[in-house]
């Protein structure tokens, strides 16, 4: 109680300067800590501390990964990707900040923190390569500005989370009779591999660096889009989402819900989109696939029946258009155990990047 009593006695002057002592010092510890720490990032140390491994696509379209370490010797701080990737021509580097350069592996340099440099240009960082890779996810915006030019009239029908194995399995399994007789091409969506991501990149013909849409929290692109365009042409547009707004677009949208709670919104979207024939630029964005394979897993029996059924409604739909038609996804998807998932996207990996691209044209 007396102890107490002398602690409370003390409580105002006192304690602060106690307080104002202790804190000084916590902070002398801390600098110290910053210095020691700056002093282990000094160049000299750092040449001998190459941690980085970057993921690689080979030419193949198989993964593999890149231990930069053993390619530098001591003192060395720039190595050319010939060396590390040789023989390999075109390479697609794609930035951490969601950049895209397309360049030929001899004009690239690359340094211990794995920051390349594309004919003496300013470094940046990288995410990952492939090698010799396809045309990429912004074609779409390019075929459709294209067809707008022509005059004619455009349906994007977007099958959220199919990716390019996905579409090659369903189409030796014979589970895509329609979409197998389509003109098909592997294309490379952007990094991260996420809906909103690529979805941006679809509608705008640019990389993330660009959008500014490079999260899952980011739904505004800070570029114009094929639906500013067809606008601003005169031409009537519509978009037929399912139940959220992923990105923020010009012209009108719907949602929809799953009304009939069947478990899917496609039903809805599909209906939705049969009321919309007569725009000049339509997108329908099912997102069935992407769920299926959440769930069930990209390569499970679940997935392959839905694959099965967006081919009949995929049908349906370039049945009814006038116009010319591109089919196509926003991701993949590679197999997961994740609290309750079997499937999941996002990584720097063959089956999350590559998606299919099809196109039909009018008539
Ligand atoms: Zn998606
Ligand atoms: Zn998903």
């Known amino acids: 109680m007396k102890i107490t009593c002398k602690k409370s006695g003390i409580n105002s002057k006192r304690t602060q300067q106690l307080y104002g002592v202790a804190l000084f010092a916590a902070v002398l510890f801390f600098c110290s800590l910053w210095t020691a720490g700056c002093a282990n990032n000094t160049p000299v140390a750092a040449t001998t501390e190459t941690t980085v491994s970057l993921p690689v696509i080979k030419a193949d379209g198989t993964d593999s990964v890149l231990e930069l370490a053993p390619y530098f010797t001591e003192n060395q701080q720039t190595l050319a990707v010939d060396e590390l990737l040789p023989g390999d021509g075109l390479l697609a580097l794609y930035g951490a900040d969601g950049s895209i350069v397309t360049a030929d592996s001899g004009d690239c340099l690359l340094d211990r923190q794995g920051r390349v440099s594309v004919k003496a240009g300013e470094p940046f960082l ?15 915006a390019e075929i459709t500005k294209q067809a707008l030019g022509q005059n004619q009239r455009v349906m994007i029908i977007y099958l959220d989370g199919f990716g390019f194995d996905s579409y090659q399995e369903a189409e030796k399994l014979g589970k895509i009779p329609f979409m197998a007789g389509l003109q098909a091409e592997k294309v490379a969506t952007v990094y991260p591999s996420i809906t909103p991501v690529a979805f941006a990149a679809m509608v705008t013909g640019q990389t993330p660096d660009i959008t500014g849409v490079r999260a899952r929290a980011d739904h505004q692109p800070a570029c114009s889009s094929i639906f500013d365009l ?3 042409q005169g031409r009537k547009t519509f978009i037929v989402e399912g139940d959220k707004q992923i ?39 099912f997102h069935g696939i992407d769920d299926a394979c959440h769930n069930s897993g990209p390569h499970s029996q679940e997935a ?18 006038p116009g010319k038609v591109i089919i196509t996804a926003d991701h993949g998807q590679h197999e997961v155990d994740e609290d309750g998932k079997e499937g999941n996207h996002g990584d720097f990996r063959a089956s999350d990047l590559f998606i299919p691209l099809l196109t039909r044209e009018a008539g």
């Not at 990952?128 to 779409?140: A, D, E, L, R, S």
């Not at 839905?306 to 370039?318: A, G, M, P, Q, S």
């Open 230 to 232: 067809a606008l601003a």
């Open 126 to 140: 990288l995410q990952g390569i492939i090698v010799n890779p396809p045309k990429f996810i912004t074609q779409v």
């Open 304 to 321: 392959l029946t839905v694959i099965n059924k967006t081919d009949e409604l995929v049908r349906d739909l370039c049945r009814m258009w």
């Open 247 to 285: 990105i923020k677009l010009a012209g009108e949208a719907e949602f929809n819900p799953d009304m009939n709670g069947d478990g899917s919104t496609d039903d809805e979207v599909f209906a939705a989109a049969l009321s919309n024939m007569e725009v000049d630029l339509l997108l329908v964005h």
